[in-house]
């Protein structure tokens, strides 16, 4: 907004005085010169007073602050001297009539003795019943500190004591209304003497002086002041003179300024304007990037992914059309994949008809492995590859920008915008399409990545029902004949048919054993093939555990005593019924203890331990083997893994039955460890819920 003030003209000096005392009347009647300085001068003084008394107020303040923090921490050490025996004793008379002693100060409101984190007594002047002192700290109205009782080195309670700040506030205002009615008393004392001498002396020749200003001050520079007067205020009036015309000048310079902001700020305007346009367009950008990050991240739909890319890119490109091509390395050719602003027709023949290698400017763009401008492509005709020529014309397009996709130096693909208009492409656009071309090459890798899983997955699928089938139909056909193999070699052993001699009896005993360990891994074989495809189910059911463990070292006992070794069993008398399959049970812990007895030597020891522990039972069985090193313990409950152990004549086996244990012990909701130090024997801990944990055993399964 422009001011009138420079544009104003002064006008004769008479009209402009009258005008002046006609609206604003004589100064000399409405101000008082005497007055004012008189105001003046009081103010000074009051001031001065006012700065002096407060000054004084403040040390006095500090004074007695200081005072009472002193007084209150007299109050806490009298309380560490007074107090400790007393509350080592807990006489509570004693601190209570100690803490009444402290009560004959004015100032304390509130007192209260912890014993224990607990009061023991409390104390508070009735003033203040309801109020809260527990986390009391400084403020304008208390001031409170706590303190440890100690009594020989060990604390024995804390004391709080709070006091009031109300008498301090007292004293302060009783100052303050002697320094105000000293003060009052000295000012009209002042006021009255100045007003009676600048009156005389001063109010008179300054009016004059004051009535002339005062035009200046509203528009007047040519009526000049004239004061017959050598003092001050006679020089004041000459230079008031000069000052007139110092104002003269200024506002021919003003008016030259106000023109030259005029010109800077519309000039200023122009830049903000273009300044607000280019963050606006980077913050598209940004959100396109979003856009397309978000694309990329969160679907695998190629399509999709590829349209966003290329509508963006053609948004903030600010063209016409484009066209994102995947490169197909055996044909050595370019595929249209997604397009936007492109008829259906004109995509139809590009795709019957793809660009070849090095055809037209994305051919060079893939060749050089770096964007490729055509200003214009009536001009530059070369550039565009033969079956696009026909469509650039017939759509009107006049220039395009083609950026190669490349992964790694490979590539993968392009990307092409056009627009109707000549010229080239900004360095912006260029690189930000360039950032949406490698958007482009994640998106096709991911497409491909997931193809490749898929075909994989679905090659893994049919593998894995070619096993399942395959132990299906061979544990069936194993486990006949060795079934037979089993039952004869038993019954001629039994000597049913007549005596056998040695060499007979020994072969015998060897069939039968092997038909045994041969049937016991099919079982653990097809055991493990049900579980994995999720078909393995538990017959669970109450289940008394201790009598199952007790059967269970009557199974393995002959096997033990054949070689010396002692077993045992220690369970608290808490183990109770859970709720398992009984005999998946037996058959973890038969694998547990066969183990155990197959790799602890000779009149070694074995045994179990069992306890109750946060609604699970524990279960341990123990040797004193020959224990497992920490890089077999890592392995051993895989299938088909080995500890590499040293009793070669006691440790036959295939590696299933810890695998298969630990599946089985997952599939109750529970887990299973080791613990081992080698030549020092080894225990083996799993643990059962002992309510029905159907849903962590599902979990487990999947």
Same mark, same amino acid.
């Given at each position: 907004m422009e001011d009138s003030t420079l544009d104003r003209p002064a006008g004769s000096p008479d009209a402009t005085r009258e005008r002046f005392l006609r609206q604003y009347g004589d100064s000399? /009647? #409405?101000?008082? *010169?005497?007055?004012? +300085? &008189?105001?003046?001068f009081i103010s000074i003084v009051t001031v001065f007073m006012f700065a002096f008394a407060a000054i004084a107020i403040a040390l006095n303040i500090t004074r007695i602050n200081e005072e009472m923090e002193s007084r209150l921490d007299n109050a806490l050490k009298l309380a560490q001297i007074g107090l400790p025996t007393p509350l080592w004793n807990l006489d509570n008379d004693v601190v209570d009539d100690f803490l009444g002693a402290l009560f004959l100060d004015e100032d304390i409101v509130y007192a209260k003795v912890l014993w224990g984190g607990q009061t023991i007594t409390e104390k508070r002047i009735p003033k203040f019943h309801k109020r809260d002192f527990s986390s009391i700290s400084d403020s304008s109205e208390f001031i409170g500190r706590f303190a440890d009782i100690l009594f020989e080195?060990? /604390? #024995?309670?804390? *004391?709080?004591?709070? +006091? &009031?700040?109300?008498?301090?506030?007292?004293?302060?205002?009783?100052?303050?209304?002697?320094?105000?009615?000293?003060?009052?008393?000295?000012?009209?004392?002042i006021f009255l003497t100045s007003?009676?001498?600048?009156?005389?002396?001063?109010?008179?020749?300054?009016g004059t002086l004051q009535e002339s200003a005062s035009l200046i001050a509203h528009g007047d520079l040519e009526t000049s002041i004239d004061l017959d007067s050598s003092d001050e205020i006679g020089s004041l009036a000459n230079d008031l003179n000069l000052m007139r015309e110092s104002i003269k000048n200024l506002f021919g310079e003003l008016r030259q300024s106000k023109d030259q902001l005029q010109d800077y700020s519309r000039t200023l305007e122009q830049k903000v304007d273009k300044r607000?346009?280019?963050?606006?367009?980077?913050v598209e950008e940004l959100k396109a990037l979003g856009e397309v990050s978000r694309a990329v991240n969160s679907t695998i739909d190629l399509p999709t992914v590829l349209t966003t890319i290329v509508t963006r890119a053609v948004e903030l490109s600010e063209s016409d059309g484009g066209i994102i091509?995947?490169?197909?390395?055996t044909k050595e050719s370019f595929n249209v994949r997604a397009a936007h602003r492109i008829s259906p027709q004109h995509l139809e023949a590009?795709?019957?008809?793809?660009?070849?290698?090095?055809?037209?400017?994305?051919?060079?763009?893939a060749a050089t492995q770096a964007p490729c401008q055509v200003a214009d492509t009536h001009e530059q005709r070369e550039f565009a590859a033969p079956q696009v020529r026909d469509i650039l014309v017939d759509v009107g397009f006049r220039s395009l920008l083609a950026i190669p996709l490349l992964r790694e130096s490979r590539l993968r693909g392009g990307l092409v915008v056009?627009?109707?208009?000549?010229?080239k492409f900004p360095d912006r656009v260029v690189s930000i399409l360039q950032t949406f071309a490698a958007q482009s090459v994640l998106a096709i890798q991911n497409a491909r990545l997931f193809r490749e899983i898929q075909d994989k997955s679905r090659e893994l699928e049919i593998a894995s029902q070619h096993k399942s089938q395959f132990l299906a139909n061979m544990s069936h056909e194993l486990r006949t004949p060795l079934n037979a193999i089993i039952g004869f070699s038993d019954v001629l052993l039994e000597k049913m048919f007549g005596d056998l001699n040695e060499k007979q009896e020994e072969y015998l005993t060897d069939i039968l054993t092997s038909g045994q360990h041969l049937l016991a891994l099919i079982n653990d074989v097809l055991d493990l093939s049900k579980i994995e495809a999720g078909k393995f189910e538990l017959e669970r059911e109450p289940l008394d555990l201790p009598p199952l463990l007790e059967g269970s070292l009557v199974v393995v006992r002959e096997r033990a005593l054949a070689h010396g070794i002692t077993i045992s069993l220690d369970m608290s008398d808490d183990i109770q019924t859970i709720n398992a399959d009984e005999r998946k049970v037996k058959q973890i812990i038969f694998n547990l203890l066969s183990n155990a007895i197959k790799f602890t030597p000779d009149n070694g020891k074995v045994g179990i331990r069992a306890k109750k522990l946060d609604g699970h039972i524990e279960v341990a069985v123990w040797d004193t083997g020959i224990g497992i090193s920490e890089e077999d313990q890592k392995l051993i409950f895989e299938e088909f893994q080995q500890a590499d152990q040293g009793l070669t004549d006691k440790t036959e086996g295939t590696g299933l039955g810890?695998?298969?244990?630990?599946?089985?012990?997952?599939l109750h909701g529970g887990r299973i460890w080791v613990e081992s130090v080698p030549d020092s024997g080894s225990t083996f801990t799993f643990i059962l819920p002992i309510e029905n944990a159907q849903e962590s055993a599902d979990a487990a399964a999947n």
């Amino acid at each position: 907004m422009e001011d009138s003030t420079l544009d104003r003209p002064a006008g004769s000096p008479d009209a402009t005085r009258e005008r002046f005392l006609r609206q604003y009347g004589d100064s000399r /009647k #409405v101000q008082s *010169i005497s007055r004012r +300085f &008189s105001f003046a001068f009081i103010s000074i003084v009051t001031v001065f007073m006012f700065a002096f008394a407060a000054i004084a107020i403040a040390l006095n303040i500090t004074r007695i602050n200081e005072e009472m923090e002193s007084r209150l921490d007299n109050a806490l050490k009298l309380a560490q001297i007074g107090l400790p025996t007393p509350l080592w004793n807990l006489d509570n008379d004693v601190v209570d009539d100690f803490l009444g002693a402290l009560f004959l100060d004015e100032d304390i409101v509130y007192a209260k003795v912890l014993w224990g984190g607990q009061t023991i007594t409390e104390k508070r002047i009735p003033k203040f019943h309801k109020r809260d002192f527990s986390s009391i700290s400084d403020s304008s109205e208390f001031i409170g500190r706590f303190a440890d009782i100690l009594f020989e080195g060990s /604390k #024995v309670g804390t *004391i709080q004591i709070v +006091f &009031s700040r109300d008498r301090i506030k007292t004293q302060i205002l009783l100052q303050i209304y002697v320094i105000i009615a000293l003060t009052i008393t000295i000012i009209v004392a002042i006021f009255l003497t100045s007003i009676a001498i600048t009156r005389k002396y001063i109010s008179k020749p300054l009016g004059t002086l004051q009535e002339s200003a005062s035009l200046i001050a509203h528009g007047d520079l040519e009526t000049s002041i004239d004061l017959d007067s050598s003092d001050e205020i006679g020089s004041l009036a000459n230079d008031l003179n000069l000052m007139r015309e110092s104002i003269k000048n200024l506002f021919g310079e003003l008016r030259q300024s106000k023109d030259q902001l005029q010109d800077y700020s519309r000039t200023l305007e122009q830049k903000v304007d273009k300044r607000t346009r280019q963050l606006a367009r980077s913050v598209e950008e940004l959100k396109a990037l979003g856009e397309v990050s978000r694309a990329v991240n969160s679907t695998i739909d190629l399509p999709t992914v590829l349209t966003t890319i290329v509508t963006r890119a053609v948004e903030l490109s600010e063209s016409d059309g484009g066209i994102i091509y995947e490169f197909d390395e055996t044909k050595e050719s370019f595929n249209v994949r997604a397009a936007h602003r492109i008829s259906p027709q004109h995509l139809e023949a590009l795709r019957k008809t793809p660009i070849r290698l090095g055809e037209g400017a994305l051919g060079q763009a893939a060749a050089t492995q770096a964007p490729c401008q055509v200003a214009d492509t009536h001009e530059q005709r070369e550039f565009a590859a033969p079956q696009v020529r026909d469509i650039l014309v017939d759509v009107g397009f006049r220039s395009l920008l083609a950026i190669p996709l490349l992964r790694e130096s490979r590539l993968r693909g392009g990307l092409v915008v056009y627009r109707r208009s000549r010229g080239k492409f900004p360095d912006r656009v260029v690189s930000i399409l360039q950032t949406f071309a490698a958007q482009s090459v994640l998106a096709i890798q991911n497409a491909r990545l997931f193809r490749e899983i898929q075909d994989k997955s679905r090659e893994l699928e049919i593998a894995s029902q070619h096993k399942s089938q395959f132990l299906a139909n061979m544990s069936h056909e194993l486990r006949t004949p060795l079934n037979a193999i089993i039952g004869f070699s038993d019954v001629l052993l039994e000597k049913m048919f007549g005596d056998l001699n040695e060499k007979q009896e020994e072969y015998l005993t060897d069939i039968l054993t092997s038909g045994q360990h041969l049937l016991a891994l099919i079982n653990d074989v097809l055991d493990l093939s049900k579980i994995e495809a999720g078909k393995f189910e538990l017959e669970r059911e109450p289940l008394d555990l201790p009598p199952l463990l007790e059967g269970s070292l009557v199974v393995v006992r002959e096997r033990a005593l054949a070689h010396g070794i002692t077993i045992s069993l220690d369970m608290s008398d808490d183990i109770q019924t859970i709720n398992a399959d009984e005999r998946k049970v037996k058959q973890i812990i038969f694998n547990l203890l066969s183990n155990a007895i197959k790799f602890t030597p000779d009149n070694g020891k074995v045994g179990i331990r069992a306890k109750k522990l946060d609604g699970h039972i524990e279960v341990a069985v123990w040797d004193t083997g020959i224990g497992i090193s920490e890089e077999d313990q890592k392995l051993i409950f895989e299938e088909f893994q080995q500890a590499d152990q040293g009793l070669t004549d006691k440790t036959e086996g295939t590696g299933l039955g810890l695998a298969l244990t630990r599946k089985l012990v997952e599939l109750h909701g529970g887990r299973i460890w080791v613990e081992s130090v080698p030549d020092s024997g080894s225990t083996f801990t799993f643990i059962l819920p002992i309510e029905n944990a159907q849903e962590s055993a599902d979990a487990a399964a999947n």
